[in-house]
């Protein structure tokens, strides 16, 4: 058995900022790791495999599910398998690093569940839904059909944002990585009173 090891939850609507913020911490704390997430959703612009995502097909996403692979899995879009693999977490713990993770919200409060005080979750919460329909639009990566589906999903997602241990504002993208720096600074090296 791996040693238990802690883990950095990072959730939030798509177009929240998570992603930019959690690639900051990534450069500035060399003690996390980014956890790969499984997805049978095609690869965009210059992603790669086994680095952004294991982009695998459809049907070896559920032979997973079916033998118990994942730790957590949702479909997150109609059609469209994210999942975190146990062995993923493993890998990062057997190093001796702590996990990071870019996650949906129900996939990061499903963490939050299991892995209890091992866990810090935070949810990245968007100045507001007109602004996140709006870094969504520009970011000119979907269609309007799939762009019609994430706005859905944005408002349903912001009313989770209670059940995280923090809600991080990002009005200024560079004021919320620093922020969530000092966050998980903190989380990683408590100071003792
Ligand atoms: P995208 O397609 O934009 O990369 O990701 C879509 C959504 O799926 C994002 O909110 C992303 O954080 C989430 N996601 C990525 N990996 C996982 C995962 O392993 N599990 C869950 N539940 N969601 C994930």
Request: hydrophobic letters at 35%; glycine letters at 6%; proline letters at 4%.
């Amino acid at each position: 058995m791996t040693k238990e090891g802690k883990l950095i939850i990072f959730s939030a609507p798509s177009g929240a900022g998570k992603t930019t913020i959690v690639q900051y911490l990534l450069t500035k704390i060399p003690e996390l790791e980014f956890s790969i997430s499984a997805t049978t959703r095609e690869a965009r612009g210059d992603e790669q495999n086994n680095k952004d995502y294991y982009f695998i097909s459809k049907e070896e996403f559920l032979h997973r599910i079916a033998t118990k692979q994942f730790v957590e899995f949702e479909e997150v879009y109609t059609g469209t398998f994210y999942g975190t693999l146990r062995t993923e977490i493993e890998r990062i713990w057997k190093k001796g690093k702590t996990v990071i993770f870019d996650i949906d919200v129900e996939g990061g409060l499903h963490l939050k569940r299991k892995y209890g005080e091992h866990a810090l979750a935070i949810f990245v919460q968007p100045p507001s839904l007109e602004v996140l329909k709006e870094r969504l639009t520009g970011r000119g990566t979907d269609n309007e059909a799939k762009l019609r589906e994430r706005f859905a999903k944005a408002e349903k997602e912001l009313n989770y944002a209670p059940q995280f241990d923090i809600i991080l504002k990002n009005h200024d993208l560079q004021t919320a990585c620093v922020e969530a720096e000092e966050l998980v600074a903190n989380f990683l090296n408590p100071l003792t009173p």
